[in-house]
């Protein structure tokens, strides 16, 4: 699919953007299996296997095919299928368990395109929102689609911006876009050893962003859409999976913190996120604290599963209210935030939120010692 990790994201913001779906595990940075060229990248995510196992042919349909899981419970589409209704013959119907819609269109965007400018602001998002339209319509044929879960996962990324075409540095190299089969001793070279990155032969990578060659060139010989080196933009490839309806699991919210009266002060608000999603936009309310009975904001988010705790400056620790035992002040209030690329969340603050206020004596009056002096 060629999808990298920013047009993950944008994928996600589009497949979400009117809650038609929902994030139940938000987005994870994978790597691709390296070298990030096509006919390695694309088998060893369906096998799940170095490209130098026996097994390996530059061919991603067998490498779907060396995957017993995959065949057992499910059936690879390619683009074609889509043209032909098999996909969706089959959507519809519910006759697999799995539906890997193995798309090349986005692949194909970056590799027939010359223009930077108008591949990366026109083509790539109008091409990311029609897939994002079909996946959507794809979900809608199913019987069961409100169970139906959606994983998106690539081959590997694409290099960004203008890439320049580097000439033959050697007549032992075969040479594929930013990568070459075999190796050459030359500056401008980084080699893979097969036996030490389970390759099924030497790789020389290009070290900068320049390309051996390309499907397409500009007229001045420029390239765009290439892949095949270790730039991160080829190499960080993401892991999703949504569904229509997802049930979260309570977010846990406990403040705590010690002061004296009308002294600065720090209260500290512990966040445990459960779900396999991170929560983020991140607001706290507080009724007993004057600060932040309006609610303040909280940098940062809370990745999934992750607990983590904010400082918050408080100029003014309050008084304990007249005849309150003890100098614990309970703390009731909320913290309002978005889940990733979903819907927006609420949680009530956890009952054992309390603060030590360090006071000698309540006065007993509601207006404080001040009326004595009046």
């Known amino acids: 699919m060629a999808l990298g990790w920013l047009d993950h994201q944008t994928l996600l913001a589009l497949l979400t953007e009117q809650k038609q779906l929902q994030l139940e595990r ?9 070298p990030t060229k096509t006919e390695y990248a694309k088998w060893s995510l369906y096998s799940q296997r170095r490209p130098n196992h026996e097994s390996w042919k530059p061919d991603a349909g067998e490498g779907f095919k060396a995957n017993d899981f995959l065949m057992q419970n499910g059936k690879r589409y390619t683009d074609n299928d889509v043209v032909k209704k098999r996909l969706q013959k089959d959507l519809q119907s519910g006759s697999q368990q799995l539906y890997c819609w193995d798309t090349d269109r986005f692949d194909k965007l970056f590799h027939d395109e010359v223009d930077w400018e108008e591949l990366y602001t026109v083509k790539r998002p109008r091409e990311l929102r029609a897939i994002a339209e079909d996946v959507l319509r794809f979900v809608d044929m199913h ?3 409100e169970t139906l879960r959606v994983v998106i996962a ?6 960004m911006g203008k890439s320049n075409k580097l000439p033959s540095l050697s007549e032992d190299l075969e040479m594929k876009g930013r990568m070459a089969i075999g190796k050459a001793d030359h500056p401008q070279l980084v080699v893979l050893d097969r036996e030490r990155f389970d390759l099924p032969h030497d790789i020389s990578v290009i070290r900068g962003p320049d390309s051996f060659s390309s499907f397409s060139y500009a007229d001045d010989k420029s390239i765009v859409g290439c892949h095949g080196g270790l ?3 080829e190499v960080v490839i993401g892991f999703s999976v949504l569904n229509r309806s997802v049930k979260r699991l309570p977010v846990i919210v406990k403040c705590s913190g010690s002061g004296r009266p009308g002294e600065a002060g720090i209260v500290k608000a512990e966040i445990n996120n459960p779900n396999t999603v991170a929560i983020a936009d991140l607001k706290l309310v507080v009724h007993q604290l004057d600060e932040l009975q309006q609610g303040t904001e909280l940098v940062g988010t809370v990745g999934p599963k992750e607990t983590q705790t904010f400082d918050i400056e408080i100029s003014n620790w309050p008084e304990l209210p007249p005849s309150h035992n003890g100098n614990s002040l309970p703390l009731k209030g909320k913290l309002e935030f978005h889940y990733q690329n979903a819907e927006m969340g ?3 603050l956890d009952q054992d939120s309390v603060i030590e206020v360090k006071q000698i004596f309540s006065s007993g009056l509601e207006s404080g010692l001040d009326d004595f002096f009046e």
């Open 26 to 34: 938000g987005l994870e940075p994978r790597f691709s299996i390296l």
């Open 154 to 159: 690539s081959d590997h990324g694409q290099l």
């Open 346 to 348: 609420t949680a009530e």
């Open 143 to 145: 019987p069961q689609k």
């Open 231 to 233: 730039y991160p933009e």
